[in-house]
C-alpha cells in the first residue's frame, strides 16, 4: 500500500544553503540546521530567527513561487501568521531553482499534540480558514488535486483503495461523499493541505501560525474543512465545525453538502498521505487517523 518519499532531484546540502545565503543574503548569515526534508522542500533553520525553504524537486518550484507572490497578499487578512518570504533567493552555481527566507515561526508541529488536547485549537483554525476563504481572482493559482470538483479525485482515490492495505468502509464513504451536490460557490482562497503538520502550536495550546502554502489555490471551501478529520477528533470536529458555520455561514441547502464534500476530501488526501509514507511515521500516522475518523459513525 505504502511508497516512501520522492528522492531529491537536487542535493540540498548545509554547505550549499551557507553558500547561497553568504552571497545573496548576508544580512541573514548564521549557523544552520536541517528541519524537515520533505516531498517538495528541504528546510533549514537559519540562527534563532530565520528558516531558508528550496525545493528539492523541479515540481515544487512553482509551489515555493506561488508563496512568494500571494503569501505578503494574504498575510494581513489572516488571525495567526503566516511565513511570508523575507528575503527571495535566486538559482546559482549547482542550485537551478528559487528559493526563500522565512521567518522561523512560534509554536511546534501540532502532530506532538495528543489529538484530544487539539480542541484547544479548534476554534482558532476555524477563525483562521473563515478568514481565508474569500472568493479569489482569477489568477489565483490553479492546483490539479485541490480545490476542484470532489468528482475529479474518483479515479486516484479508487486505485488507491484498490490497491488494498486500507481500512474497510472507505469505499462507501468515498461514494457518500460523491453523492454529496458540489460546490456551486465563487472559487475562494484555500490553503489546501489541511493536515497537522501544517499547523504549529503555541505552549498554551492555541494555534500559533499556519505553514506550508505550497498547494495555495482556490476553489471548493471544503478542502480545507477536511481538516476536521485530518486534525481532530470528535470533539474537537465539533468546536471547529460549530466555530467555522458561525464565521462564515452557508446557506441552508449547502451546509450538508459542504461538510460532506470535507469528509471526502479528508478520505482522498488522508489516504493519498498513508499510501506514500512507508518512511515517515508521523506522516503515515496522520493518514491513519484521518482515516479512522472518516469512518467513525455518520462521519462526525
Do not use: C, K
Not at 542535493?11 to 520533505?38: C, I, K, M, W, Y
Not at 531558508?52 to 503569501?71: K, S
Not at 460532506?260 to 511515521?281: Q, T, V, Y
Amino acid at each position: 500500500m505504502t511508497a516512501g518519499t520522492p528522492a531529491a532531484e537536487v542535493a540540498v546540502s548545509e554547505s550549499l544553503v551557507a553558500a547561497l545565503v553568504r552571497t545573496q543574503h548576508p544580512d541573514f548569515d548564521g549557523p544552520l540546521r536541517l528541519v524537515a526534508n520533505g516531498w517538495d522542500n528541504a528546510v533549514y533553520r537559519l540562527g534563532t530567527a530565520w528558516s531558508v525553504r528550496l525545493p528539492r524537486r523541479a515540481v515544487a518550484v512553482p509551489l515555493l513561487v506561488n508563496e512568494q507572490r500571494w503569501l505578503p497578499r494574504l498575510a494581513p487578512r489572516l488571525p495567526v501568521p503566516v511565513p511570508v518570504p523575507a528575503a527571495v533567493g535566486e538559482p546559482a552555481g549547482s542550485y537551478p531553482w528559487p528559493w526563500s527566507i522565512n521567518p522561523w515561526l512560534p509554536g511546534h508541529p501540532a502532530t506532538a499534540v495528543p489529538v484530544p488536547e487539539r480542541v484547544a485549537f479548534a476554534a482558532d483554525l476555524a477563525h483562521t480558514f473563515a478568514a481565508l476563504h474569500v472568493p479569489a481572482p482569477a489568477d489565483a493559482p490553479p492546483n490539479a488535486f485541490r480545490g476542484v470538483p470532489l468528482s475529479d479525485r474518483t479515479e486516484p482515490v479508487r486505485e488507491r483503495l484498490a490497491g488494498g492495505g486500507f481500512p474497510a468502509g472507505l469505499a462507501a464513504a468515498w461514494g457518500e461523499a460523491l453523492a454529496a451536490p458540489p460546490w456551486t460557490g465563487p472559487p475562494v482562497w484555500l490553503h489546501a493541505d489541511p493536515h497537522p503538520a501544517n499547523l504549529l502550536a503555541g505552549d498554551d495550546g492555541r494555534l500559533a501560525a499556519l505553514i506550508d502554502f505550497g498547494d495555495l489555490t482556490s476553489g471548493d471551501p471544503a478542502t480545507d474543512l477536511a481538516a476536521a478529520w485530518m486534525v481532530f477528533d470528535a470533539a474537537g470536529r465539533a468546536v471547529f465545525r460549530e466555530t467555522y458555520a458561525a464565521l462564515a455561514p452557508l446557506e441552508d441547502a449547502t451546509v450538508d453538502a459542504t461538510w460532506r464534500r470535507a469528509r471526502g476530501w479528508a478520505l482522498s488526501i488522508g489516504s493519498a498521505i498513508a499510501a506514500s509514507s512507508a518512511d515517515n511515521p508521523a506522516m503515515a500516522a496522520i493518514g491513519a487517523h484521518a482515516l479512522d475518523q472518516v469512518l467513525l459513525p455518520d462521519g462526525r
